[in-house]
Nanobody
């Protein structure tokens, strides 16, 4: 079983920055990618960013491009989500997941408990 643990959420003001971290307990053949999703109250969980271990490829969704950066540290099996210029609409629970990759939640088998990010205006 792969365990995924997020950390780094909090309450910030619009325009501030936060860094989220996600540690995976181990890497397997079906956990080549780690991704961040977020879920705002009353909304569907949505893809934010993905990091692929074997290629180092980083992908972010359009709404956060230029503001969020995902990166990975292979030695620590950890991915980071650097969030800058935060907006109130970035508020939500941020989940880290490990799986095949892509933007669909069903591609990820292992999920963390989530970390709350609240951006006040």
């Amino acid at each position: 079983q792969v365990q995924v643990v997020e950390s780094g959420g909090g309450l910030v003001q619009a325009g501030d920055s936060l860094r989220l971290s996600c540690v995976g307990s181990r890497r397997t053949a079906i956990t080549n990618a780690m991704a961040w999703f977020r879920q705002a109250p009353g909304k569907e969980r949505e893809f934010v960013a993905q990091y692929t271990w074997n290629s180092g490829a980083a992908v972010t969704t359009d709404s956060v491009q230029g503001r969020f950066t995902i990166s990975g540290d292979s030695a620590k099996n950890t991915v980071y989500l650097e969030m800058t210029s935060l907006r109130p609409e970035d508020t939500g629970v941020y989940y880290c997941a490990a799986g095949y990759g892509g933007t669909l939640t069903e591609n990820y088998r292992h999920w963390g408990q989530g970390t709350q990010v609240t951006v006040s205006s």
